[in-house]
T-cell receptor, first 118, second 110 residues
Framework: GAVVSQHPSRVICKSGTSVKIECRSLDFQATTMFWYRQFPKQSLMLMATSNEGSKATYEQGVEKDKFLINHASLTLSTLTVTSAHPEDSSFYIC??????????????FGNGTRLTVT | DAKTTQPTSMDCAEGRAANLPCNHSTISGNEYVYWYRQIHSQGPQYIIHGLKNNETNEMASLIITEDRKSSTLILPHATLRDTAVYYCIVRGDSSYKLIFGSGTRLLVRP
């Protein structure tokens, strides 16, 4: 159990367009999901916390108007990169935890989405 | 959440135990130690977590020192597929989010 699925796994888009990435918890519900970004040869950087039914919480330095997060249901969070530019090219990863297993239950991660902006 | 320190890289021979250390000298009483690994171009994979007692599961063992200032992840019989970046993360009750450090790049040699 505890599978987190992301779609798409890879996407190439032109500069100036918007891209939506989906994150689904397949066999559990999650009121909170987390979005990370990872540049080549670097560690994961937390971007924001997605909250079901309310606004996302963004980490310092992350532009909320550029990275739109919607958590419309207990199993789906989406990240939209608006007006993408080449510097937004990165590996985007989401995660969630099985909240019914207690506060110590670990986060489970999706397999990531590699975004390339040309 | 407490900061962790890990060696940048390590290697071990296939079939041998891989012992990955982590220093978390500022850990507080209610913070757990979590270990994840990331194989190239994949999302992180949860391995194990613990508070103060040693833990073991089908993937690995976690040994936490009595003062909780350091821990060691043990892969008992490393295989080539265990080549990955291993992250040791300390997390408290205040937030469920995980803050990743640089991790240890483990290379398992044939």
């Amino acid at each position: 159990g505890a599978v987190v699925s992301q779609h798409p796994s890879r996407v190439i888009c032109k500069s100036g367009t918007s891209v939506k990435i989906e994150c689904r918890s397949l066999d559990f519900q999650a009121t909170t999901m987390f979005w990370y970004r990872q540049f080549p040869k670097q560690s994961l950087m937390l971007m924001a916390t997605s909250n079901e039914g309310s606004k996302a919480t963004y980490e310092q330095g992350v532009e909320k108007d550029k990275f739109l997060i919607n958590h419309a249901s207990l199993t789906l969070s989406t990240l939209t990169v608006t007006s993408a530019h080449p510097e937004d090219s990165s590996f985007y990863i989401c995660s969630a935890r099985v909240e019914t297993r207690g506060s110590r239950s670990p986060l489970h991660f999706g397999n990531g989405t590699r975004l390339t902006v040309t | 959440d407490a900061k962790t320190t890990q060696p940048t890289s390590m290697d071990c021979a296939e079939g041998r135990a891989a012992n990955l250390p982590c220093n978390h000298s500022t850990i507080s009483g209610n913070e757990y130690v979590y270990w994840y690994r990331q194989i190239h171009s994949q999302g992180p994979q949860y391995i194990i977590h613990g508070l103060k007692n040693n833990e073991t599961n089908e993937m690995a063992s976690l040994i936490i020192t009595e003062d909780r200032k350091s821990s060691t992840l043990i892969l008992p019989h490393a295989t080539l597929r265990d080549t990955a970046v291993y992250y040791c993360i300390v997390r408290g009750d205040s937030s469920y989010k995980l803050i990743f450090g640089s991790g240890t790049r483990l290379l398992v040699r044939p």
